[in-house]
């Protein structure tokens, strides 16, 4: 599964890459950034209000790149009356006390799951968590803040070593995702379920070519 991950410095820029992209896609990824946690600041959720205070048909989950996710939980679960959240991405960095965490989990009306930077391990993660209780997992196979990071291969090893500690729930990959990593990315023995896609496709000076290719990368992997 494709989905687009936006990371927007205006709200205009975001409605114009929904707009942009919801003829091939119903499903976005927004990135938040405060700053903070990542060296790069986006719009902020605060910012989005206006955007979902009306009835939306598309699909939403949210990447909390910030050091306050608690206060960002909040404000994600007031726009679930207009627009379906399918996850919320919180860093495992980020968070102090796996307990305080789980019982925010039970809190939120919508899917609540976790993202590893390249630094953090699997291991360190099921040391701290029973991986039945985290619905998705997001890999980040850059490091994260900013689009255009370089791609690090030995991250894709990640998914492996979660399914070897048998999580058969969502894993998302995310970060440099493109029609020169693709290729690598889907030939893995165990790849990622959702494979996140940034400036690759809201940088495309042609989108009808680049969702072409994209489906033609992907159509290629499963006729093998």
Same mark, same amino acid.
């Given at each position: 599964?494709?989905?687009?991950?936006?990371?927007?410095?205006?709200?205009?820029?975001?409605?114009?890459?929904?707009?942009?992209?919801?003829?091939?896609? &119903?499903?976005?990824?927004?990135?938040?950034?405060?700053?903070?946690? %990542?060296? =790069?600041?986006?719009? @902020?959720?605060? $910012? *989005? #209000?206006?955007?979902?205070?009306?009835?939306?048909?598309?699909?939403?989950?949210?990447?909390?790149?910030?050091?306050?996710?608690?206060?960002?939980?909040?404000?994600?679960?007031?726009?679930?009356?207009?627009?379906?959240?399918?996850?919320?991405?919180?860093?495992?960095?980020?968070?102090?006390?796996?307990?305080?965490?789980? &019982?925010?989990?039970?809190?939120?009306?919508?899917?609540?799951?976790? %993202?590893? =930077?390249?630094?953090? @391990?699997?291991? $360190? *993660? #099921?040391?701290?968590?029973?991986?039945?209780?985290?619905?998705?997992?997001?890999?980040?196979?850059?490091?994260?803040?900013?689009?255009?990071?370089?791609?690090?291969?030995?991250?894709?090893?990640?998914?492996?070593?979660?399914?070897?500690?048998?999580?058969?729930?969502?894993?998302?990959?995310?970060?440099?995702?493109?029609?020169?990593?693709?290729?690598?990315?889907?030939?893995?023995?165990?790849?990622?379920?959702?494979?996140?896609?940034?400036?690759?496709?809201?940088?495309a000076e042609n989108l009808v070519q680049r969702e072409?290719?994209?489906?033609?990368?992907?159509?290629?992997?499963?006729?093998?």
């Open positions: 599964m494709i989905i687009p991950a936006l990371l927007n410095k205006t709200v205009e820029e975001f409605t114009t890459q929904v707009e942009q992209l919801s003829p091939y896609h &119903t499903h976005f990824q927004v990135d938040i950034a405060d700053g903070k946690f %990542v060296p =790069n600041t986006t719009i @902020s959720l605060a $910012d *989005l #209000v206006p955007y979902f205070a009306s009835k939306n048909r598309n699909v939403f989950d949210f990447h909390l790149m910030v050091e306050d996710w608690k206060v960002s939980l909040k404000q994600v679960m007031t726009f679930t009356n207009n627009v379906t959240v399918d996850a919320v991405l919180v860093h495992f960095g980020a968070i102090k006390d796996p307990a305080e965490f789980l &019982t925010w989990k039970k809190k939120v009306n919508f899917p609540l799951g976790l %993202v590893l =930077n390249p630094e953090d @391990s699997v291991e $360190d *993660l #099921v040391k701290q968590y029973s991986l039945s209780d985290i619905p998705a997992i997001q890999i980040m196979s850059v490091n994260p803040g900013f689009q255009g990071a370089p791609f690090l291969p030995a991250t894709l090893q990640k998914v492996e070593q979660l399914r070897n500690h048998n999580y058969r729930l969502k894993v998302y990959l995310d970060g440099s995702v493109n029609g020169h990593t693709i290729p690598e990315i889907v030939s893995q023995k165990f790849p990622p379920d959702i494979l996140c896609i940034g400036s690759y496709l809201t940088k072409k290719e994209l489906a033609h990368l992907l159509t290629e992997k499963r006729e093998k």
